[in-house]
């Protein structure tokens, strides 16, 4: 009679120190992974003697397998296949989130649902886990793990509070990563949880110190840590999908982002009907010349409505952060306009190529030039959600709040713009902890020149 998951499951929790269960169950695991996947993933048989099993267990910890080929960041993206309520943009087919190596085969791991290590910095995480003879887990590792773990004890590791840093990284700085329960974290974070979404942050510091954050370890057997070759990409490549302003219709495209609200139910929310609402909104101006290569992107920005609730209508979550926060604008020179108006916007990466962090891209903007604001980001999200569907990340860097109290220390009395991300498989609208240049984000960027704007 064939083996099933479940039973083989049950010979797993009833003698976890039985290198023969232990092969057959995760070959089980994988069989059924690898069908719903539409491949094929071989298990060798599991190297740790049941000593080493009885030590692992003894120490809070459990074995896990990564297949070889799904290991490495490139690879990463054929993990949301198997796992598809995991949501992250750091699965993403040409994600940004780098691996400082590629382990694969078998490892174990720290298998409490709660991470270890908590309190700590990034270099006393590194130094603790070095001196255990262990190494931090990859974050592909670290998926596979709490996929067992929710198979296993029917919770994903990380699932009530706390968040682990891993060897990964963006633009390198390292990260950290939790999994969404079916329960908000925390009775003082009031979280709208994803269950099974994979949350990847990566706006901490080295020396951020939290008491819900600590880190993963692995230790390998003794065949080894499998490392897998993988050359890094040189550069993160985003889609060339820049809008063609010359063979833009201006009042097809106005007609296009008005729908766009309509369907969103703005009329509405202003007491108008469809065509009232579409009557009230202004024009699109020709391009300035001027704006030809830095500005391509009309865009229509609706003031009328709060953009605390032109995000709900948008389908775009607010954090914990902005719901407790004002945004104000950075300066005069960036105060949007009263009414409903339209403008010339850069599009993702267009004004910016490279990284920038928003002080440095302020300083650099011409004087025909605005950051953007938190309504427009909310536009652009209503006119290009492909932007966020790719894993692109836009700041407002035209305004800024300092009422964040997150990290307790004096560096935490900074500016900090909103932003767009993908978090839980939907845009939500956040903000940055520390004010730098992060390798999957872009400041938003307007031409000075608008039409309408009257309240």
């Not at 120190?17 to 232990?22: H, W």
């Not at 750091?90 to 694969?104: I, R």
């Not at 009530?160 to 009775?187: L, N, Q």
């Not at 400041?443 to 009257?454: E, F, K, M, Q, W």
Request: hydrophobic fraction near 40%; include cysteine.
């Amino acid at each position: 009679m064939p083996v099933t998951l479940e039973d083989a499951m049950a010979a797993y929790r009833a003698n976890p120190t039985d290198p023969d269960v232990v092969t057959s169950a995760f070959r089980e695991i994988w069989r059924e992974r690898a069908a719903a996947a539409g491949t094929v993933h071989d298990v060798p048989p599991c190297p740790y003697t049941a000593a080493e099993l009885a030590a692992v267990d003894a120490a809070g910890r459990r074995v896990g397998y990564l297949p070889a080929e799904l290991a490495t960041q490139r690879t990463r993206h054929r993990l949301a296949a198997i796992f598809p309520l995991l949501r992250s943009f750091a699965l993403f087919e040409g994600n940004p989130v780098t691996n400082l190596d590629n382990p694969s085969g078998w490892f174990d791991y720290d298998a409490g649902t709660d991470a270890p290590y908590l309190g700590s910095d990034e270099h006393d995480l590194v130094a603790a886990v070095a001196a255990e003879g262990r190494t931090l887990a990859s974050l592909n590792q670290y998926i596979v793990a709490t996929q067992d773990s929710k198979l296993l004890t029917g919770r994903y590791l990380d699932e009530r509070v706390t968040w682990s840093r891993f060897a990964h990284y963006i633009g390198g700085r390292m990260v950290c990563s939790r999994v969404d329960g079916p329960e908000p974290p925390a009775a003082d974070r009031p979280e709208e949880p994803n269950e099974g979404s994979l949350l990847v942050a990566f706006d901490l510091g080295p020396g951020d110190r939290v008491d819900y954050l600590g880190g993963r370890s692995v230790g390998a057997p003794s065949t080894g840590r499998g490392l897998v070759a993988e050359a890094p990409d040189p550069v993160l490549r985003y889609p060339d999908d820049l809008p063609d302003p010359a063979a833009l219709d201006l009042d097809g495209e106005l007609a296009r982002q008005a729908a766009g609200y309509v369907a969103l139910g703005f009329h509405r929310e202003l007491g108008l009907t469809e065509a009232e609402y579409v009557a009230s909104l202004p024009r699109f101006a020709p391009q300035p010349p001027e704006y030809r290569g830095r500005l391509d992107v009309p865009l229509l920005v609706e003031t009328r409505i709060p953009w605390e609730r032109q995000a709900d209508l948008a389908g775009i979550t607010r954090s914990v952060g902005t719901r407790t926060t004002t945004f104000v604008p950075i300066d005069e020179r960036h105060r949007e306009p009263a009414g409903p108006y339209t403008a010339w916007f850069a599009w993702f990466g267009q004004r910016f190529p490279d990284p920038v962090a928003p002080d440095e891209a302020r300083a650099e903007l011409a004087a025909d030039e605005r950051g953007g604001s938190v309504l427009e980001l909310v536009a652009q999200h209503v006119a290009h959600p492909v932007l966020n569907a790719t894993g692109r990340f836009v700041d407002a860097i035209g305004h800024e709040t300092r009422d964040i109290t997150f990290l307790k220390d004096e560096e935490n009395q900074v500016r900090r713009n909103p932003d767009i991300c993908y978090w839980r498989g939907k845009p939500e609208l956040g903000i940055a902890l520390h004010p730098v240049a992060y390798v999957n984000c872009r400041p938003l960027v307007r031409g000075s020149a608008v039409t309408g704007g009257v309240a």
